[in-house]
């Protein structure tokens, strides 16, 4: 049987890993802030839409999860490598971009590095997705440069609609492409 407050601590920690507010990991997922306390508290489970949104996010499995983290199991340090590197890119274009563009486009986004490698953009809807794909990349990738990523990270940005993550709807990809190439491969 699964124990709400289980799920709840797990629900808890990997916010507090990705350095997410309620109300932030509310909007990503398209619940109320109120929701994401109610499951931290235990006092409900989320949805199986929802449970499929915060495995991906956090880079587990839905059972991980559901079930009792061991003591002695460790974190995956490839998911805070990937919310370290966006947070590097969202600190660079702060400094480039108006405020008012920034909180749109940029503070509602999470990120984490997925089974291949790549560094994936969680947007809140499909538009934001598009926008940073078409408007920002340029800057994105120059951020990348600058912070002195691995030069053959890989970028997708993907959209959580109201019905959790839904990856066949928007997904924009790129190849890491060095800002001194011209012939992009």
């Given at each position: 049987m699964v124990d709400p407050i289980v799920v709840g601590s797990n629900i808890l920690a990997g916010r507090k890993r990705l350095g997410l507010s309620q109300t932030g990991l509310g909007d990503t997922l398209r619940v109320s802030h109120q929701a994401v306390s109610k499951w931290e508290r235990g006092e409900c489970l989320p949805d199986i839409d929802a449970l499929v949104g915060l495995a991906g996010l956090f880079g587990s499995t839905i059972d991980e999860l559901l079930r009792k983290r061991e003591e002695t199991e460790p974190i995956p340090a490839v998911q805070e490598d990937g919310v370290e590197i966006w947070r590097k890119?969202?600190?660079?274009?702060?400094?480039?971009?108006?405020?008012?563009?920034?909180?749109?486009?940029?503070?509602?986004?999470?990120?984490?590095?997925?089974?291949?490698?790549?560094?994936?953009?969680?947007?809140?809807?499909?538009?934001?997705?598009?926008?940073?794909?078409?408007?920002?990349?340029?800057?994105?990738?120059?951020?990348?440069?600058?912070?002195?990523v691995r030069p053959d990270l890989k970028l997708k940005f993907i959209h959580a609609s109201k019905y959790g993550p839904d990856k066949h709807k928007a997904r924009f990809q790129t190849d890491r492409i060095s800002l001194g190439e011209t012939n992009p491969k």
């Open positions: 890119v969202q600190d660079w274009m702060r400094e480039r971009i108006t405020e008012p563009s920034y909180r749109t486009h940029f503070e509602p986004t999470l990120a984490f590095i997925d089974e291949n490698g790549e560094l994936v953009v969680q947007c809140a809807t499909p538009f934001q997705a598009q926008w940073l794909f078409t408007r920002y990349m340029h800057f994105i990738l120059q951020a990348l440069d600058e912070s002195a």
